[in-house]
């Protein structure tokens, strides 16, 4: 696989509902992080992984939201309770990790909307 | 929260025309990356320049980085059509050593044929 693919690519639901949305990161990439963007706006970093654990979850908003990387490799946000505020493209990206800085490859994005 | 304040918010020009956008940013930084989108979906990394680089080159890109003044520019030279898209600066944080990327709100580049 080339890049960072991303499922499913839209998704819609009712306010209330659960949602989860899945990422496969380049393979042999470590570093695998999650950001949403709403309209208009530049993407917001929502958690960070590094192998299996979350190394930072700092951006997440609030306890609804959650991600698992159980075998440091695909992850899946999982959005609990949805409100509409929550609609966004949500991105994910992969980078090689280590000490030094690596470039982020993005995937596609999920266009999440709640209705 | 956003970081990064890009300007212009919007920019029209002519194919064949340059066009340079701008990028402030509030943290000190080790990198700085210029990143590009189109039509709201996957970015695409263009270039990353270093805190100890002052300018760098890459095809049609130059992209300079002022540490002492916290801010950045994207050149792009003899625009076409195709460039038409919303270009974006990240940065990371090299006071807390945070891996995550904070982005500006963009600049939406319009290019007329």
């Known amino acids: 696989g080339a890049g960072v693919s991303q499922t499913p690519s839209n998704k819609v639901t009712e306010k209330g509902k659960y949602v989860e949305l899945r990422c496969d990161p380049i393979?042999?990439?470590?570093?695998l992080y999650w950001y949403r963007q709403s309209l208009g706006q530049g993407p917001e970093f929502l958690i960070y992984f590094q192998g299996t654990g979350a190394a930072d979850d700092s951006g997440l908003p609030n306890d609804r939201f959650f991600a698992v990387r159980p075998e440091g490799s695909v992850s899946t946000l999982k959005i609990q309770r949805t409100e509409r505020g929550d609609s966004a493209v949500y991105l994910c990206?992969?980078?090689?990790?280590?000490?030094?800085?690596?470039?982020?490859?993005f995937g596609p994005g999920t266009r999440l909307t709640v209705l | 929260s956003q970081q990064g304040e890009e300007d212009p918010q919007a920019l029209s020009i002519q194919e064949g025309e340059n066009a340079t956008m701008n990028c402030s940013y509030k943290?000190?930084?080790?990198?700085l990356q210029w990143y590009r989108q189109n039509s709201g979906r996957g970015l695409v990394h263009l270039i990353l320049?270093?805190?100890?680089?002052r300018e760098k080159h890459s095809g049609r890109l130059r992209v300079t980085l002022d540490t002492s003044k916290k801010s950045s520019s994207l050149l792009i030279t003899a625009s076409r059509a195709a460039d038409t898209a919303s270009y974006f600066c990240a940065t990371d944080d090299s006071d807390t050593g945070r891996r995550a990327l904070t982005f500006g709100s963009g600049t939406r580049l319009q290019v007329q044929p």
């Open positions: 320049i270093r805190s100890n680089e």
């Open positions: 990206a992969s980078s090689l990790g280590g000490l030094s800085y690596n470039e982020q490859f």
């Open positions: 943290t000190s930084i080790n990198n």
């Open positions: 393979s042999g990439h470590t570093a």
